[in-house]
């Protein structure tokens, strides 16, 4: 399958600043990516959807001017947590597809975000 | 809504034992289910798609799913289980293909010598 890079895969901020977490397909075109976040023994929650030079999508309670997300290639997209909290901490997924409603979503490894 | 119920949250089997993961799912319309599966440091990885074919799904590593409408059910089985199949199992539902996935919370599959 098509191989999905995330960088950092692991990141330590202080409370108050803001992280980027990179996601991008190595080997193919992603006209869409998808970010989720994943609670210690809970489900990969959808965050946030995001088409290539378009704005994202996000799901219902997700804070669109915390998580700032930009898609500006069809290999790059970006998380951007903004002043980070301690309540941020967590386990972020990214995945990305080709075009078509069966293109297959391929997974980043995740990137594991902790603020003190 | 679209929901998805994994039930042990750890499943422990004997190298060559059947495994037997269960899935039960939710959904108001035809659903699209999925199982993957995530090794350590590693991103999630699709064993096996049904997409309203046969009910009856093979996937990779000799893994099969079985989709049954009367009981909501997308269990996962593979007849032998080797030690490499140790991992997370995530099952998945979408009434979107691809596009929008719901996953349940995993399970653990242990395999022990």
């Known amino acids: 399958g098509a191989v999905v890079s995330q960088h950092p895969s692991w990141v330590i901020c202080k409370s108050g600043t803001s992280v980027k977490i990179e996601c991008r397909s190595l080997d193919f075109q992603a006209t869409t990516m998808f970010w989720y976040r994943q609670f210690p023994k809970q489900s990969l929650m959808l965050m946030a959807t995001s088409n290539e030079g378009s704005k994202a999508t996000y799901e219902q309670g997700v804070e669109k001017d915390k998580f700032l997300i930009n898609h500006a290639s069809l290999t790059l997209s970006t998380l951007t947590v903004t002043s980070a909290h301690p309540e941020d901490s967590s386990f972020y997924i990214c995945?990305?597809?080709?075009?078509?409603?069966?293109?297959?979503?391929?997974f980043g490894p995740g990137t594991r975000l902790t603020v003190l | 809504a679209q929901s998805v119920t994994q039930l042990g949250s750890h499943v422990s089997v004997s190298e060559g034992a059947l495994v037997l993961l269960r899935c039960n799912y939710s959904s108001s319309v035809p659903p699209y289910l999925f199982w993957y599966v995530q090794y350590p440091n590693q991103g999630l990885q699709l064993l096996l798609k049904?997409?309203?074919?046969?009910?009856l799904v093979k996937g990779i590593n000799g893994f099969e799913a079985e989709f049954k409408k009367s009981e909501t059910s997308f269990h996962l089985t593979k007849p032998s289980a080797h030690m490499s199949d140790a991992a997370e199992y995530f099952c998945?539902?979408?009434?979107?293909?691809?596009?929008?996935?719901?996953f349940g919370t995993g399970t653990r599959l242990l395999v022990s010598p």
């Open positions: 998945a539902v979408s009434s979107t293909g691809f596009q929008k996935l719901v």
């Open positions: 995945s990305a597809r080709g075009a078509g409603l069966f293109g297959e979503q391929f």
């Open positions: 049904y997409t309203s074919a046969a009910t």
